[in-house]
């Protein structure tokens, strides 16, 4: 027999070997899996083959976003001081639906204690959640898997290894569409509530269908001892897709929600909310003087709700157009300039008493190439107007008189690190802030009080100047800025 002869001989033998092995391991590689990076804690390793044991060989299914992001989830869920494990998965190819399965340790080992059905073919994300002073609840939230659906699933799960005889440990105990959900804690409580956003669709007088939103508040109910719906509360917006949630204390127990809605692309607006006792409700009232909130903070995108101040409470911002001018009057609110953007941000005043309404905080000119922000002095509002020179970076502050008789009070300069076509700082300007983009830059123009003549009046009044310290905390960089 010749060597060639011989060596085909070895190498088909050699593979006959290789596949029945491949065979007899029931090797069946998914997308999840083929992601999933190598398993080397023994006891995922363990978990995972009392899953196998019990239900044949799944697919392991991964949280998309949250802090819980593996197929396997560890958490004491009962209080006993021992973790679980939570396991999500689909059964095989053909049946996509997911599953949770939770493990426990009865008697020292990992025993699969029962597995259900969930509400969908992803997981979107997992909390834990404690609704009682008794345990621990699942919270987990699944993906429709349908493209027309308005909205996925949220289920809540408790678990009880002290079940009584023939009770399931594992029991789903609400349930409710969303698409966005926040977590509320209420301290004199101490324990969760729920408030989740969804979509609708509803049927005008006129028989034609139309998108809606609202916003429900789920809690705990002492007499019905279960958890529900305790309030909802209508949303201005068609659709909660893509909003944003920020949510301030009111006190220990109530709460501000405001949420920043799409417009389109380019625009978005802001809905406030009261969350107090056993309600959500919106907080600019229809008795207001004040009109609805779309009026009122209508804005690009490029500008979300903010603390910008840093003191813990949020900030809503408006960039006025002709619309408004009945209610701004600010002169620089109708800037020609394309390089800047008049920004007012606003606060709530919340006051249960009276109508809730937004009063002005801080007055901003915005400047684009420089991205930042500079507060106008209250005693600049009606006298003061600005230009801007060296492609939009520099600001320069003056009087409203005529172009003749026009007095400079400050310029402010933003100098875009490695940035070589503006690499000089102009001279005598003196650097107030920097982020990891810009170097801000001030120079005091004016270094008295400027008298300032009303071109209506006549009258001769006196305009404090802006020094450079002053300068510095005037100016907010947006990078700085605090967001959700």
Known sequence: MSALKKFLIIFCALLIVFLTACQSLDIQASPEDLMRPPAVDPEQNEIERV???????????????????????TYDVDGDGQNEAIVFFASDIQD??????????????WELMQHLGGEGTEVQEVNFQKFTDDYVNIVVGYESGDQLALNDTIV??????????????LRDIYREEYKQI??????????????VLNNSWVTDSDGAGMRSAAAVLVRYD?????????????????????????????????????????????????????????SVRKAIRPESSQRDDFF?????????????????????PFTPDKSAAEII?????????????????????????????YVPKYRTVYNE???????IPDGWLDFVSVRTSREGREMIFSTKNTRSNSKDLLSVFAMEKGNETVSVVPEGMELIAGTDGFDYYADALATYPVEHTMESTGKVIKLDVVSVPEARELLMPKSKITGP
């Open 222 to 278: 002492e007499q019905e001892k279960a958890l529900g719906k305790v309030s909802e509360c209508n949303l201005s917006a068609s659709s909660v897709d893509d909003s944003k949630i920020y949510i301030q204390e009111l006190d220990k127990d109530n709460f501000l929600a405001y949420i920043d809605h799409v417009v389109d692309k380019n625009s978005i607006f802001t809905e406030s909310l009261v969350i107090k006792e056993n």
């Open 369 to 375: 190439p420089g991205q930042y922000f500079f507060i």
């Open 96 to 109: 996509s639906r997911v599953r949770i399965c939770i493990l426990d340790k009865p008697n020292g080992e």
């Open 329 to 357: 009057t600010d002169p620089l609110s109708r800037i020609s300039d394309g390089w800047l953007v008049y920004v007012l941000w606003q606060e709530l005043f919340w006051d249960d008493s009276v109508a809730n309404k």
């Open 182 to 195: 926040i977590t509320l804690r209420r301290q004199e409580r101490n324990y969760d509530e729920l408030l």
């Open 296 to 316: 009122y903070t209508k804005r690009s995108a490029a500008f979300p709700t903010s603390d910008i101040d840093g003191d813990g409470k949020y900030e809503v």
């Open 51 to 73: 899953l196998r044991e019990n239900v044949g060989n799944v697919r392991l299914k991964y949280p998309k976003r949250g802090n819980y992001r593996s197929a396997f989830i």
């Open 156 to 169: 809540v799960y408790s678990y009880r290894n002290d079940s009584p005889a023939n009770a399931p440990y």
